[in-house]
């Protein structure tokens, strides 16, 4: 599912009911002294590059900017839509960060002053930095496919941001018929965590095969080749024989608009009617790096891969789905090991040095059974402005079925050590 080539998924921190008194701290009048660093977005980037400055400076002013007091995790969530795990287990709390030290303000940014160097806020408060950190993961462009807007999300979900949308998912299946069409439209990259949708396909055929077996699933895919494609096509053919097919973007599987009355997919060569409708349509930067500046004419935000600094606007910093990082794929471990770079690349500046050449590494994790997954490893250094993949490698595809399920609990264990990283 995610990727930096590292994902997946696990683990609850509880402390859901945290008052808003404990989690809404004032915004500090910072010394002058102490380097101020505001990290807006509190998912794996940001939650992960706020505690590694506090924990590598504790003299820094460090605040993190966050409208949600519990955070959603997408690794695993195709889990949750399946049946397979309960959306509680996907939800984190920011109580941990906030004992470190860090401020917390759970309020929407929604100006930047790169002159003044400052952050305006939902409720009218402006918060001063040295030093901007943009986490804001993605947003999705409901102007990219024909009849598809927020209204249409509410019947033909995207599930692409974990929380309501994934319970709706889940929803829509246990009340379909056997015997329904299950539709899922992929987008043309890039877009978060790729090999997700093939994932997401292959739990739901798992939820399918267990509770409506005559049901089918449609792939319609706006890309011919695929993350880990034999992979997932040989894992389809032996779990899953006649439940999925795909349709590639060759075939004429891109989906070039939508009718939710009829819950239709319209694509380059037919139009399909599904019972139930999982869209994903294109993604760009959260909107707070587009009001930043730091967007360019893809949606996305060009950096400096040493320091992650952008490359449009100065002393802002852009990191995880939201930045073009070159060969690392949008994902959990992507973000979560950029921020902590990042985080070391921002101390090292605020000092006067120089950057350490960051070495970003992780592994991917699929899981399309409970028991059988894969995995891809890679390990990331900048070169000629960008990020590349340096080594790497893939699980054999033939290989025991104990192999496959070691990986099941491999991708368990990085989810554990990945949300431990970020939230405590």
Known sequence: MDALRQMTRRNVVRGIAASAASFVVPCPAFAQSAARVVVIGGGFGGASCARALKRIDPKFEVTLIEPNRIFTACPFSNEVIAGLRDIEAQQFSYERIITEGVTVIAQAAVKIDPQTRVVGLADGQSLGYDRLVLAPGIDIRFDALSGYDEEAAARMPHAWKAGEQTLLLRRQLEAMDDGGLVALAV?????????????????IAHYLKTRKPRSKILVLDAKDAIPQQRLFENAWQELYPGMIERVSLSQGGRATSVDPATNTIVTDFGNYTAQVANVIPPQKAGRIADIAGAVDNTGWCPIDPVSFASKLVPNIHVIGDACIAGQIPKSASAANAQGNACAAAIVNLMSGKSPEMPRLNGACYNTVAPG????????????DGQFVEVEGSTSPVEAPRELRRQEAEKAETWFKTITVDCFG
């Open 372 to 383: 059988y997954g894969f995995s891809l490893t890679g390990i990331y250094q900048p070169k």
């Open 187 to 203: 987008p043309a990259g890039p877009s978060r965590c790729p090999p997700a949708p093939y994932e997401r396909a292959s739990l």
